[in-house]
């Protein structure tokens, strides 16, 4: 077998065809008998230590009186607690999705790209990617978006990405490019449990992972790094990796993001060279685009 490299993108993900009870108080008691104002007197004898036996009579009434500071007043005996509720998240839909996205000029600033030649292709599908496998296997998902074999049998019900990629994108010396997508689902839940089936899966893909093209004519190898998360926001994931196997690209960094917020998934890839932490900063804007809808 042969490595060409040509855009191992092509014909793939970045090429041509790229979510108590109440308190109810014990039955009054009512006081003994006494002479008016005996209360004040006794408190005051208690209080300065007069005679005992009165002393001993005072502290019997007060065992028998209600004790305010436990007991409710009569007026909110029946009064009834009622629980706080957090409300539901807003669920997005899908005309919505296309607005969750950065533009080109949003992406070039969160990736410091400087050049002009970029253009921007957006797709309602996911990425079939025919011809293209990987050792380990079902690991496409950790090279590239929208990869179909992990979001078919998902659940998902709409999908929206957005390319934006050079013409040449095999550079290190700035983004080669950026594809951000997000996958709608019908509840907040689901699509928390896509987001973690995916992580789970990417970490059977940490280390060595060839990837075949053309139905296996070439080949690249790419060393895969643990999976991390934002220090910003530890619900976005985070796996990077880079090419080891050719001159022409040398320290070629494809990083991987996956995160959930209410029923959507955001899954971004970005690759090339020199854009810091961007495709963490595209997916934390995009999340807080998902929050910011109501």
Not at 45 to 59: D, E, N, P, Q, S
Not at 180 to 186: F, G, H, I, N
Not at 199 to 219: F, M, R, S
């Amino acid at each position: 077998m042969t490595q060409g490299w040509g855009d191992p993108f092509g014909g793939a993900p970045f090429g041509q065809s790229p979510d108590g009870p109440p308190i109810i108080s014990a039955p009054h008691q009512p006081p003994q008998p006494r002479p008016p104002r005996r209360s004040k007197t006794v408190v005051m004898l208690a209080v300065f230590g007069g005679i005992a036996t009165i002393t001993v009579a005072a502290l019997v009434i007060w065992a028998v009186l209600p004790d305010s500071s436990s007991t409710p007043a009569a007026g909110h005996a029946t009064t009834s607690s009622t629980p706080s509720t957090t409300a539901a998240p807003a669920l997005v839909k899908s005309a919505q999705l296309p607005g969750l996205l950065l533009s080109m000029d949003e992406v070039k600033r969160a990736t410091y790209a400087t050049s002009t030649a970029y253009t921007v292709t957006e797709k309602q599908q996911f990425n079939a990617s025919e011809g293209v496998a990987t050792q380990p296997d079902n690991c496409r998902s950790a090279l590239f978006t929208g990869a179909g074999e992990v979001f078919a049998n998902s659940g998902a019900t709409a999908t929206y990405s957005r390319s934006i990629v050079l013409p040449d994108p095999l550079t290190t010396t700035e983004l080669g490019g950026v594809e951000e997508r997000v996958v709608l689902y019908p509840n907040a839940s689901a699509a928390s449990k896509q987001a973690a089936d995916i992580e789970n899966l990417w970490h059977g893909c940490v280390g060595l992972l060839t990837e075949t093209l053309n139905y296996g004519k070439n080949w690249i190898k790419y060393q895969v790094d643990p999976l991390t998360r934002s220090p910003q926001d530890p619900s976005i994931v985070v796996l990077s990796s880079i090419v080891t196997d050719t001159p022409r690209v040398p320290n070629f960094r494809n990083v991987r993001v996956i995160a959930a917020k209410n029923n959507v998934v955001v899954d971004v890839a970005a690759f090339g060279g020199n854009f810091g932490n961007g495709a963490q900063t595209i997916t934390a804007e995009i999340l807080a685009r998902v929050g910011g809808l109501t």
